[in-house]
């Protein structure tokens, strides 16, 4: 029987022979999750032999990684501003950027609450998916009314499966955009919505490509048809003084500015991911 030691040295070798990218932290989720344990506890442990089904479990997972198969997807699961969430290929994988995007937003909203002399307030997360983003933001400010929306089911459905695993309140409403939203108004509006335009869906990693929806991906030709509809049509959904927070692709931002010029809409600033990239984008309504 072979010792976590060696599997995970195995596993590594195997992994970035196939040219996966992190080719050791991969092993360790996997054979973490395999064993049903934390990753540092490997390091604990590391002459600990694992059985046969320990062994073909981790196999099997693997053959899946080098298939190009995302870690996530092959464990389910993923964790997200302290929360577990759940995945499946029905909904986009939560990113770490886009944690970025939930902690500067809810410092915004603490500054502006405390400002306003206010302790709560009504907060919607358009094209929720797994919903990573609207629970990251009622986990971090609880007096919230948070409400996730999406226009596939079985993604609402996952939104729905998290909220209740992670012991979080809030609700779920199904459908297009802001049409489950009729003659209702928000303070805080998140939306991470398709933003990959049809040219650059080919140049997309095979995993993404391969493995994650499409119709949570694609936006139109020049890939801002989203940002485009909500330009128009989510003015009449805020309240005064509303903040809106947009994750955005990272070649979008002259475009993104350009479409939310214009009154109603002020205070458009870029903001940059980890990478230095433009990724979020914050704006007010007068």
Same mark, same amino acid.
């Given at each position: 029987?072979?010792?976590? =030691?060696?599997? !995970?040295?195995?596993?590594?070798?195997?992994? =970035?022979? #196939?040219?996966?990218?992190?080719?050791?932290?991969?092993?360790? @989720?996997?054979?973490?999750?395999? $064993?049903?344990? /934390?990753?540092?506890?490997?390091?604990?442990?590391?002459?600990?032999?694992?059985?046969?089904?320990?062994? =073909?479990?981790?196999?099997?997972?693997?053959?899946?990684?080098?298939?190009?198969?995302?870690? +996530?997807?092959?464990?389910?699961?993923?964790?997200?501003?302290?929360?577990?969430?759940?995945?499946?290929?029905?909904?986009?994988?939560?990113?770490?950027?886009?944690?970025?995007?939930? @902690?500067? +937003?809810? &410092?915004?909203? &603490?500054?502006?609450?405390?400002?306003?002399?206010?302790? %709560?307030?009504?907060?919607?997360? $358009?094209?929720?998916?797994?919903?990573?983003?609207?629970?990251?933001?009622?986990?971090?400010?609880?007096?919230?009314?948070?409400?996730?929306? %999406?226009?596939?089911?079985? *993604?609402?459905?996952?939104?729905?499966?998290?909220?209740?695993?992670?012991?979080?309140?809030?609700?779920?409403? !199904?459908?297009?955009?802001?049409?489950?939203?009729?003659?209702? /108004? +928000?303070?805080?509006?998140?939306?991470?919505?398709?933003?990959?335009?049809?040219?650059?869906? %080919?140049?997309?990693?095979?995993?993404?490509?391969?493995?994650?929806?499409?119709? *949570?991906? $694609?936006?139109?030709?020049?890939?801002? @048809?989203?940002?485009?509809?909500?330009?128009?049509?989510?003015?009449? #959904?805020?309240?005064?003084? *509303?903040?809106?927070?947009?994750?955005?692709?990272?070649?979008? +931002?002259? =475009?993104?500015?350009?479409?939310?010029?214009?009154?109603?809409?002020?205070?458009?600033?870029?903001? &940059?991911?980890?990478?230095? #990239? @433009?990724?979020?984008?914050?704006?007010?309504?007068?």
């Amino acid at each position: 029987m072979r010792t976590i =030691a060696e599997v !995970l040295t195995l596993a590594t070798q195997f992994l =970035a022979d #196939h040219h996966i990218e992190r080719s050791r932290r991969c092993a360790e @989720d996997l054979l973490s999750f395999v $064993l049903k344990m /934390k990753r540092l506890d490997l390091y604990m442990q590391f002459d600990r032999p694992l059985v046969e089904m320990e062994m =073909a479990e981790m196999r099997s997972f693997l053959k899946r990684s080098v298939a190009g198969e995302p870690t +996530a997807y092959i464990l389910g699961e993923i964790d997200f501003m302290g929360c577990c969430i759940q995945v499946t290929p029905d909904v986009l994988i939560p990113r770490q950027e886009t944690e970025i995007l939930v @902690d500067m +937003a809810l &410092k915004k909203i &603490k500054e502006t609450l405390e400002r306003t002399g206010r302790s %709560d307030g009504v907060c919607w997360d $358009l094209c929720t998916g797994s919903g990573c983003i609207g629970l990251g933001v009622k986990l971090g400010y609880p007096k919230l009314t948070v409400v996730l929306s %999406d226009i596939c089911p079985k *993604a609402l459905r996952m939104a729905e499966l998290n909220s209740i695993n992670n012991h979080l309140q809030v609700e779920c409403r !199904l459908g297009d955009l802001l049409q489950p939203f009729l003659n209702e /108004k +928000a303070d805080f509006v998140f939306c991470n919505p398709p933003y990959v335009s049809i040219n650059e869906f %080919d140049s997309l990693e095979k995993s993404v490509r391969n493995f994650e929806p499409s119709l *949570a991906l $694609l936006g139109g030709c020049n890939g801002t @048809d989203f940002y485009e509809r909500l330009s128009v049509e989510l003015p009449n #959904h805020l309240n005064q003084g *509303a903040q809106v927070f947009f994750e955005i692709g990272h070649a979008q +931002a002259a =475009a993104i500015q350009e479409i939310f010029s214009k009154p109603p809409w002020r205070e458009g600033r870029i903001f &940059k991911d980890w990478s230095g #990239h @433009d990724r979020f984008f914050f704006l007010e309504i007068e």
